[in-house]
């Protein structure tokens, strides 16, 4: 159970922290470590969450694949109603596995899609393609022509909005990469309607990621309406808007009340699209997940180093790259909590064999030491999914907590699975 005053499930019970009530010190025991562990009820609590404020209007929360692809957790997602949102061939695989029922439910964004991705979510029968560029929508036209199919579209269009947040994540300016400049959609829905095999019936605006604030998105979502108007205008039907993802988290000690957040990104929302008929689909990733996991690791070594101490920990950048990555604030917090030690300030670092490996700097926790569990908060989002074999390390096991049941989601891998694929 998640406490309605913390946002995570992460709790202490006593000196010894669980998740949804289950011992994190035993579930490392068992499983190992480095260890991710999920609240499956904790995700729940986001989707119900969102169902709730959204429930005004006609809409589906399609859950980005990329921020946690485990196929356990999207088997959950697509039996509680959920779509997804993918960005590759690899991703739709996954939904056709472990939530075939929900193919109908997907949208397929990204900048890069190659013709086989477009055949293989052609033939699903996918809900929706995001479409970037002119060239692949020619390519689209192509491919669902010589399959004989209609690929229904949208326009991602980059509404030229500024949302503060870390530079790699932003995405809705105009010197980005992504999507087609709102003023040029007109002309390329003209283009697109007029093409054999393509049905445009949306405009899809995906801002960034880890956006605090609702002013961006309704900055953008009161462009994307203008433009749905216009397209309407010129005859074209359009049924879908879809307004990406990108709803922050709190990652550090602030309070943050989801709920609260989530009621006001909703309000906004829904009062930009007033008296709109239209379908609204929404991609969170970040939201949805990031709270509910922790990734779990173990204290290797201490020591000191001229004025620095380190805490040398068995989980990596390869585990976890969002420190090394973005200089990303993780909460570290000890598995146990012992009252009778004295706090410290140290680097806590992984194993591998770069400066950047870390997940902390001067950072003061309980004194830690070998031998000690550590729990790096809100890890369940975009954690796992960017985890590598660098250092040829196996990737950690996945435990995923649901009703006070532990279950392995993931085991860790042998060597035998990590080299099965080189020839030599
Ligand atoms: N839709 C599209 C088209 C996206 O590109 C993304 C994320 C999402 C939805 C989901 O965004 P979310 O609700 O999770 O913010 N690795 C970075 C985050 C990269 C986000 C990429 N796109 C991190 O660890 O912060």
Not at 275 to 295: C, N, T
Not at 346 to 367: H, K, L, M, N, Y
Not at 400 to 416: Q, V
């Amino acid at each position: 159970m998640t406490s309605s005053a913390s946002p995570r499930p992460f709790l202490y019970a006593g000196d010894h922290l669980a998740c949804s009530g289950v011992d994190v010190s035993a579930l490392a025991q068992e499983f190992g470590t480095p260890l991710y562990v999920y609240s499956g009820d904790a995700v729940r609590e986001r989707i119900g969450m969102m169902e709730r404020e959204f429930a005004p209007v006609t809409h589906t929360i399609c859950y980005a694949v990329k921020a946690n692809s485990s196929l356990a957790l999207l088997a959950r997602l697509g039996t509680i109603g959920c779509g997804f949102d993918i960005v590759s061939g690899g991703e739709l695989e996954r939904v056709r596995r472990a939530a075939p029922e929900a193919v109908s439910r997907v949208v397929f964004s990204g900048v890069g899609k190659q013709a086989w991705e477009m055949d293989a979510a052609l033939e699903a029968g996918i809900l929706l393609f995001n479409v970037e560029s002119e060239a692949e929508l020619e390519l689209l036209a192509e491919r669902a022509q010589a399959l004989g199919k209609t690929a229904r579209i949208a326009l991602r269009v980059n509404p030229d909005v500024f949302a503060e947040t870390h530079p790699y994540i932003s995405t809705g300016l105009s010197e980005h990469k992504f999507g087609i400049a709102i003023a040029r959609a007109p002309e390329v829905y003209k283009r697109a309607a007029g093409l054999a095999g393509i049905e445009p019936v949306g405009v899809s605006v995906h801002i960034g990621s880890q956006i605090r604030s609702v002013e961006p998105f309704a900055a953008a979502v009161q462009r994307v309406r203008k433009l749905v108007e216009q397209l309407r205008g010129d005859g074209l039907q359009i049924r879908f808007l879809d307004a990406g993802g990108g709803v922050g988290i709190e990652y550090g000690k602030a309070e943050f009340d989801p709920s609260a957040s989530m009621e006001k990104y909703a309000v906004a929302l829904r009062s930009e699209l007033e008296g709109l008929e239209i379908h609204l689909l929404l991609e969170p990733g970040r939201f949805v997940i990031a709270q509910a996991g922790a990734l779990i690791s173990r204290v290797l070594y201490t020591k000191q180093n001229g004025k620095k101490h380190f805490v040398i920990t068995d989980a990596a950048m390869n585990d976890l790259i969002r420190p090394a990555l973005y200089h990303a604030h993780h909460e570290i917090v000890p598995v146990v909590r012992h009252a009778s030690r004295s706090q410290q300030v140290s680097d806590i670092v992984g194993p591998v064999c770069e400066s950047g490996d870390f997940f902390a700097q001067d950072r003061e926790t309980q004194a830690l030491h070998a031998g000690d569990l550590v729990a790096l908060l809100d890890a369940g989002a975009y954690g796992m999914s960017l985890a590598s074999h660098y250092n040829t390390r196996v990737h950690p096991a996945e435990v995923l907590i649901e009703a006070g049941e532990a279950k392995l989601i993931r085991r860790r891998e042998t060597f035998d699975e990590l080299f099965a694929a080189e020839l030599f």
